[in-house]
């Protein structure tokens, strides 16, 4: 996989790994954790959510101005990693109110802002070689992967110090009693007998005399779980940085031309690209720390940008810059789709898929026991696969016994019913990515050698469809299901919980369509971007994303408000939309990439 890439790359892979792995255990938990701890609705924690996110890829454009402007990527990227460093532990403080979390919030979001598009950028310096251009595609889908090794651990890293946390203060884990304790402390409770139920079923000291001290500790114990997971993102940012700090010398120093520095004097405005850049983070800060939600300005914003953008560049740029512009607009309904997966999918998992699974199942929910299922398998594709020395058959056939004999132990060793956390779904997506990256790689290879294999702009055509059955599956698992509109504040009634499987599936598909849209987006800026705009398209990539993510909102305003199955239709539209407004200019993006 990584035969004939320079050094540079694995420094990327693993520096980014860490940095994911802090930003993922965070993103596992944040919704969850705001209403936890503060008691928001899912409109509200949505839209913090949202603001986040935004937040997180919009200062990706000032950092890629910063970067651009002094061409320190390098310098940029380990600034960011030591400010997101700070943040995650201001999130691991237990205590603190909401307008400092959304503080420290602000600070990730500005860190990551410096980070993740420069070291985009860096990645695609390294195959401005001509001996390496070729790889460009494959080294992007390497890159991509080690975001998701990171991105699969976190959730477990999450769930596990929430759990055991209340496990040493005497409870046991229910996604549905933190909004029960709530409403009791407001005094808006209906159903008393039902949270007297439940609070019995999760106290391992035995039955509860006193719901209002409960209520309060349970709260209390449960958000300060999260907060020691922020920790533990916090400690995955340290070993990321000095990952960074230690081996970044394989990483290129982009050095400028003359032409280059005379067309950023004669071209750039940069009063004007200063106060777009001071415009998204005033924009972020308020979002934070005002609860503004106004989807609006965040599409102004990306307008400004654009017209920006257009104005400053030079008539033989001019084309590759709206190739890459319309490309933007296409993946601002994908990321407002697909990353719903941390926002109303997890709304989906706390409530609607069934609170204990069978020892089977528990499978893919305990961190042991599915590491022994993924050794299995990867075994017996070592066994099957083209190498056919003895050794390696040897080496595949000890990890499908190792495995497999592991496998069998946890499944005969769990109870016939087994309690699951709903943040452990988001784990899904990073295993499907890192065991289908190297699968959907050959695929392409194999259609390239026969000279059939889509070009980078089909093939996030192709993924915008497939997101859309992805969002398919879920709607189908909805239906006839009662829906949150309709449970006026009780909680989900068990007839009403359906099987994980469904939104395994669901991730399932969607991941493919992540691997056909965002590592060949990435390409795709770092192949047209001008030389001079490297740093800032990248940027722009992510502003795009921003705007998606502001779009999040939508999911989280509706959620209460129609049917289940009308809330994932709607994604399913703006997925076919784009994908066939994405078809409709293939030929003009082709020309440009070519």
Known sequence: MLKGHPKGLLVAFFANMGERFGFYTMMAI??????????????EAGGHYSSFYFGIYALALFGGML??????????????????????VLMAIPGVSLNLTLASLFIIAFGNGLFKGNLQAVVGQLYDDPKYEKLRDSAFMVFYMGINVGAFF?????????NWFLKTNGFLHDGSLPALCHQYINGTLGDVAKFQELANKVSLTGPITDLSKFANSYINVFSTGYNYAFGIAAGAMLLSMLVYVIFNKHLPNKEVSKTEKKAQVEKKPWAFALALAVGVILFSIINFGLGVRDIALAVGLFGIFVAWIITV???????????????????IFFWMSFHQNGLTLTFFARDYITKEVSAFTYLFFDLWSLLAVITTI????????????????????????????????????????NAIAPEVFQSFNPLFIVALTTLVMAIFALL??????????KKIGFGMIIAALGFLVVLIASLNLVSPHELNGAPVPDS??????????????LTFAELFLSPMGLSFVSKVAPARFQGLMQG??????????????????????IDLWQLWAIFILCCLISAAFMFSMIKRLEKVTN
Do not use: C
């Open 313 to 331: 560049s030079t008539k033989e740029e001019k084309p590759r810059i709206i190739a890459l512009i319309l490309v933007f607009t296409v993946v």
């Open 378 to 417: 990867a075994g017996l594709f070592i066994v099957i696969g083209k190498d056919k020395k003895s050794r390696t058959r040897i080496l595949g056939s000890a990890l499908t016994v190792i495995g497999g004999g592991l496998s069998y132990y946890f499944i005969s060793h769990n109870n016939a019913q």
């Open 154 to 162: 976190a959730p477990f890293a999450a769930t596990g110090a929430r």
């Open 496 to 509: 009403s919980r359906v099987s994980p499987y469904w939104l395994i599936n669901s991730y399932l598909i």
């Open 30 to 43: 944040l919704v969850l954790f705001l209403q936890v701890k503060f008691g928001l609705t899912e409109q």
């Open 67 to 88: 970067a651009d402007a002094t061409k320190k990527y390098k310098l940029v990227i380990f600034g960011g990693l030591f400010i997101m460093f700070s943040g995650y």
């Open 448 to 457: 390239n050698k026969a000279g059939i294999e889509p070009s980078t702009p």
């Open 540 to 561: 722009g990539w992510l502003l795009a994303a921003a705007v998606g993510n502001k779009l999040l909102i939508v999911g989280s305003f509706f959620w209460g408000k």
